[in-house]
C-alpha cells in the first residue's frame, strides 16, 4: 500500500508540472516546443487515469503505471531538450520521479 501511495503523490506532482510546462510552452508560441507540449498533454492524462485507477484498486492499475512509466520516460526526454526553461527543468525532474514510482508497482 505504501508503494501506492508513493506512486499517486508523485502521478499528482507530475501531473501538476505537466499541466503547468505545457501552459508555458503553449506560451512561448515556438514551434520547437510543439513535442514538448503534445508529450506533456499524454503525461498529465495518463497520470490523472493512474490516480484513479489507483484509488478504485483496478486489477488493471498495475498495467496502466507500466504505459505511465513508459510516457513519463519520454516526456521527461523531451523536456529536457530545453532545460534552458525552468518550467521543463521542473517538469523533466517531476516526469523522472514519477516514471520511478510507477515502475515499482
Known amino acids: 500500500m505504501k508503494n501506492v501511495k508513493i506512486a499517486i503523490d508523485a502521478c499528482l506532482a507530475c501531473f501538476n508540472w505537466c499541466e503547468i510546462c505545457a501552459t508555458l510552452c503553449i ?42 512509466a513508459e510516457i513519463c520516460t519520454a516526456c521527461a526526454e523531451e523536456c529536457e531538450k530545453h532545460n534552458h526553461h525552468q518550467h521543463c527543468k521542473d517538469c523533466a525532474e517531476a516526469c523522472r520521479k514519477c516514471a520511478a514510482a510507477c515502475t515499482f508497482l
Open 27 to 68: 506560451e512561448l508560441n515556438d514551434k520547437n516546443h510543439l513535442k514538448c507540449i503534445s508529450l506533456c498533454r499524454d503525461c498529465a492524462e495518463i497520470c490523472v487515469l493512474c490516480i484513479k485507477f489507483c484509488n478504485r484498486n483496478s486489477a488493471f492499475a498495475g498495467k496502466l503505471m507500466k504505459l505511465c
